[in-house]
């Protein structure tokens, strides 16, 4: 397809779409396509799609990694299944796994035409969100890894606003005396954590305060030992902090939990935040301060994304960011002043 677009000085897309026999290429062009790609003896064109082909209605991929995704990315997942189906574009699963190895290729269901567009969910591995970017299809992605930015997706990009969340918590926080804050979660892990993270120093330097690096949890945490680390980071300090601005609720949940098995005495409770307002993790559900992401909402917006870039796939693509309400629980809670 490179190939045919180079020549033609047309882009992928709409080789792509003509070579599938897809709407949004003219007749003249989509025959000059054809034309060439004969010519430079590339794969037989397949017929145009018969009467019975066509009524099985138009696709889009979700793509996600961890088939045992969490409710919080089902209730997105869900939302863009019903939107799309109004619309009577059918969605399809596409699972990739959570890390690239060498000569991995994506699925073919993603590379031979089946899908009109894809909407990337919960994939934060360079090389293979690298892998979904160079596919000649309209995308959209929830939240990318910081080393692959948005210029490099060749898709539109949808954010979670946590900068300027987490700043005002934090400064809250700071503001009631809690100075001896540390962050918990891996900053490089996604864009978002990065940003949230950049909300947390913010708050220090606008008070013309510095945080104490030793408080903070920042790195790499591996996939299923998020708990162990978590404690073996905590137990390693030599004192307590006031407390933990954490970058999500899962991570709030493991902090809660080491803090209740170990019943750590304090001379005042230590403050904890998290992000998400994520009722899965009962230790914390409408306990901590958190901010009110609503699933439903972003599966509508990453829906309405995928459609319009694929009716428009010669529009520029574009940044966005969706914010949300902080819950002011527990410490932070107005009762508490």
């Not at 997942?77 to 189906?85: E, G, M, T, Y």
């Not at 699925?107 to 979904?132: F, K, M, T, W």
Request: some cysteine.
């Amino acid at each position: 397809m490179k190939d045919i677009a180079d020549a033609l000085s047309v882009s992928r897309v709409s080789v792509w779409k003509a070579l599938n026999d897809r709407p949004g290429v003219s007749n003249t062009l989509r025959e000059q396509i054809r034309q060439k790609a004969r010519e430079m003896g590339y794969i037989p064109l397949a017929p145009a799609p018969t009467e019975v082909e066509t009524s099985k209605g138009r696709t889009v991929s979700v793509v996600v990694c961890r088939p045992e995704s969490s409710l919080f990315w089902m209730q997105i997942i869900h939302q863009i299944a019903k939107d799309l189906s109004r619309q009577g574009v059918n969605l399809m699963y596409t699972y990739l796994p959570t890390y690239y190895q060498e000569g991995y290729t994506l699925p073919a269901s993603l590379r031979d035409g089946s899908v009109e567009g894809i909407i990337v969910l919960n994939v934060y591995s360079p090389p293979l969100l690298q892998l979904l970017a160079d596919l000649p299809l309209p995308k959209v992605y929830l939240d990318t890894a910081p080393s692959l930015p948005f210029q490099r997706l060749n898709g539109d990009l949808l954010l979670i606003e946590g900068r300027s969340l987490i700043r005002e918590i934090t400064g809250k926080l700071l503001d009631k005396g809690y100075t001896r804050l540390g962050f918990l979660g891996d900053v490089q892990y996604a864009q978002t954590n990065t940003e949230r993270y950049q909300g947390f120093l913010q708050a220090f330097e606008e008070r013309g305060l510095t945080p104490d690096p030793q408080l903070s949890l920042t790195g790499a945490l591996g996939l299923r030992t998020h708990y162990e680390e978590i404690s073996r980071f905590l137990s390693d300090l030599p004192t307590a902090p006031d407390g933990f601005v954490c970058v999500s609720d899962y991570i709030a949940h493991f902090t809660q939990r080491y803090i209740e098995e170990r019943a750590i005495q304090t001379d005042k409770p230590i403050a904890l935040t998290g992000f998400d307002n994520n009722m899965e993790y009962l230790n914390v559900a409408e306990r901590i301060t958190t901010v009110d992401v609503r699933p439903k909402t972003l599966g509508a917006r990453l829906a309405d994304k995928i459609l319009f870039s694929i009716a428009h796939p010669t529009f520029p693509h574009e940044v966005s960011y969706v914010s949300s309400e902080i819950l002011y629980r527990g410490l932070l809670a107005e009762k508490n002043g």
